[in-house]
């Protein structure tokens, strides 16, 4: 009786620290090479045209500007060259506490989609 009980204690020791890892692995594997499989049968549907939304969505551009005197303005006409609707775009600039002309030059862009913030 003894001698079954600790066969028996023994399996399950070797189950838990060894087999049941292989299973885990193996079960694994299969699904894994299911899902590659079902990738590569479905190629073409992969290769359909992808919908867009009609609509593109409304975005908003942070700046934290500070002593950027000298290329805040570039880097403004850079942002309003983008290829996006302009009624969708906006810029958030915020100067924080800029010792040079940062501000002036902010103030003096005419840009109904920038939005100026002097902290």
């Not at 079954?4 to 090479?33: E, H, T």
């Not at 060259?81 to 775009?89: C, G, M, N, T």
């Not at 100067?95 to 005419?110: A, E, P």
């Amino acid at each position: 009786m003894f001698e079954i009980l600790f066969w028996f204690s023994l399996g399950l020791v070797i189950y838990s620290y060894a087999l049941f890892p292989i299973v885990l692995i193996g079960l694994s594997a299969l699904k894994q090479i299911k899902r590659d499989l079902f990738f590569i049968l479905r190629k073409k549907e992969r290769r359909k045209q992808v919908n867009l939304p009609h609509e593109l969505p409304k975005v908003g551009i942070i700046i934290s500007a500070y002593n950027e005197g000298e290329c805040i303005e570039a880097r403004i006409r850079i942002l309003q060259s983008l290829d996006y609707p302009k009624d969708k775009i906006k810029f958030y600039i915020g100067s924080d506490g800029s010792q040079d002309n940062t501000v002036d030059v902010l103030q003096n862009i005419d840009d109904p989609n920038l939005l100026f913030y002097k902290i």
